[in-house]
């Protein structure tokens, strides 16, 4: 009887075995992350905003980051925060915090390691897929780092194919 239950047991690993199927993904080139972040950047200085800019990968593992010359020394790290948040949730930032104003249960996703939930952080996306993220933090609100990241990925939509 160990010896059939042995013989079906093995059966059944060498038949989910043969049928794993290796996992295809796009991700954030590095390249486009370095056009993602100067578009930014540039989209924020013609508003007058001097932010920083940082694009992740779709694992939230930094691929850029660009500091304007007069950016805040602590948006760095708001910005790396914003594009991890935004990667690993699939979700603009602001809409997270809109969500939690309105489900204080919701509340608890700004203690998650790592999270910044305050708009500024937007997915990157092919398609469907979100392959990173774009996190800015310096300008006056988060809407309006929200809106030059957004102007940003208008600008390198083609590469986004």
Same mark, same amino acid.
């Given at each position: ?31 486009? $992350?370095? %056009? &993602?972040?100067?578009?930014?950047? !540039? /989209?924020?200085? @013609? ?5 920083? *800019? ?42 997270? $915090?809109? %969500? &939690?104003?309105?489900?204080?249960? !919701? /509340?608890?996703? @700004? ?5 910044? *939930? ?44």
């Amino acid at each position: 009887m160990k010896r059939i239950l042995l013989a079906g047991a093995a059966a059944i690993v060498l038949t989910s075995a043969a049928s794993a199927q290796i996992l295809q993904e796009k991700n954030m080139p590095l390249d486009l $992350a370095v %056009n &993602i972040a100067s578009e930014t950047i !540039a /989209a924020c200085s @013609a508003d007058g905003y001097n932010v920083t *800019v940082a694009v992740v990968d779709r694992a939230g593992v930094l691929r850029s980051l660009m500091r304007a010359d007069n950016a805040g020394t602590h948006t760095a790290e708001a910005a790396k925060a914003k594009a991890f948040t935004s990667a690993s949730s699939r979700t603009p930032t602001g809409v997270m $915090a809109e %969500n &939690i104003q309105k489900n204080p249960a !919701a /509340a608890e996703l @700004a203690n998650i390691p790592g999270f910044l *939930v305050l708009g500024g952080g937007v997915p990157v996306k092919v398609g469907d897929e979100t392959i990173g993220a774009v996190g800015v933090a310096g300008a006056p609100g988060g809407h309006l780092d929200e809106a030059c990241a957004l102007v940003a990925l208008d600008k390198v939509k083609d590469q986004l194919k």
